[in-house]
């Protein structure tokens, strides 16, 4: 295991850094994230610090309920929506929606009231809602993994490039151990949405650096991601990925991108070559810079929900299904994130 990766787990996981040299050399013999982590989860010192940091059930902080300080970020605090999505974090109400059934029926999914389920229900929803889940649409995925969305926008007669991490960066950001790691075509296979030489017809896969778009795509209608690019090393390379993103765009191209979102503060948070948990303040200054540009942003929508589970925060080793968790300190969900490139 990698230096980062173990400095992370011991954050993460007993809220302390190695004593000395010789610990961080013993858990770095683990051989992969899963392992590492249940190394941590069998000892006494994870349970008392788990137990010591124990949070109550969520409460939204004032920062969340202030608008943008840019004015040029269009803003709104209202119970988010599936059926009408704006740029909106995960919550109960969306899931109660019967667009939501109906979502993860088309994606081939079991219709688990999970954060990881919303985040594809989310991206499909937006295609819909701008109009791009029809033939003559071109669409990039990046970090695909072993996601329905390709199949699905193949249904649909989309043409797409489904691009992962190269070899060279997998065991890097740590996709190798995880089973979400895409290396060709055979792990977007969807048998149950068409079938695989169907897929074969629209699909391309493209082993892709998101911290390294090639010139060579453009021209697209949508763009997108899911919970990817806070694995890109920084809060700074994620936010870059982002807004280079829109230039594999056409004119009037919508990006799409969904990531971890930090629901307890707005000037610390989790900023490690592992993870990154995005703050208010660096989501509301991308995407002020990308409306000065001339880009369409979105509203910003970041009502945390009102129902009861919304409330509730989920623990390592983490239980399923869960919309809001526990990392280190800081609790955090999923926010997806939208904005039409100029033209």
Not at 169 to 191: K, Y
Not at 289 to 308: F, Y
Request: glycine fraction near 6%; charge should be negative.
């Amino acid at each position: 295991m990698s230096r980062d990766a173990v400095l992370w787990a011991f954050r993460m996981f007993i809220g302390r850094d190695p004593a000395d040299e010789a610990e961080l050399a013993f858990h770095q013999r683990n051989a992969d994230l899963d392992t590492l982590r249940r190394c941590f989860a069998e000892t006494r010192e994870f349970i008392e610090f788990q137990r010591r940091s124990k949070p109550e059930d969520y409460r939204a902080p004032l920062f969340l309920l202030q608008p943008p300080a840019d004015p040029l970020v269009p803003w709104r605090f209202q119970p988010p929506e599936l059926a009408a999505p704006v740029s909106q974090l995960c919550t109960q109400g969306q899931f109660d929606e019967p667009i939501f059934a109906e979502l993860c029926a088309m994606l081939d999914i079991i219709p688990n009231p999970h954060r990881k389920v919303w985040e594809f229900c989310y991206v499909v929803a937006v295609m819909r809602a701008a109009g791009l889940m029809r033939p003559g649409i071109r669409a990039l995925g990046f970090g695909v993994g072993q996601e329905p969305i390709p199949a699905l926008l193949a249904r649909s007669g989309v043409a797409v490039v489904a691009t992962d991490a190269p070899d060279t960066v997998v065991h890097l950001q740590g996709w190798a151990s995880t089973g979400q790691h895409a290396a060709g075509l055979e792990a977007l296979d969807r048998p149950a949405i068409l079938p695989f030489a169907e897929l074969q017809a629209l699909v391309e896969f493209r082993p892709v650096d998101m911290n390294a778009i090639p010139e060579t795509l453009r021209g697209f209608d949508v763009c997108w991601s899911s919970c990817a690019f806070e694995h890109l090393g920084s809060i700074a390379l994620g936010l870059r990925f982002f807004e280079e993103s829109l230039e594999t765009l056409k004119p009037g191209g919508i990006a799409v991108h969904t990531t971890e979102f930090n629901l307890s503060s707005d000037t610390e948070t989790f900023d490690t070559a592992g993870l990154c948990l995005f703050r208010k303040r660096d989501m509301e200054a991308m995407l002020g810079r990308l409306a000065a540009a001339g880009h369409k942003v979105w509203p910003l929508n970041l009502h945390p929900g009102s129902a009861a589970v919304d409330a509730h925060i989920d623990l390592p080793p983490y239980a399923l299904p869960h919309l809001k968790l526990a990392l280190g300190q800081y609790v955090t969900t999923s926010i997806g994130l939208v904005v039409q490139k100029a033209g």
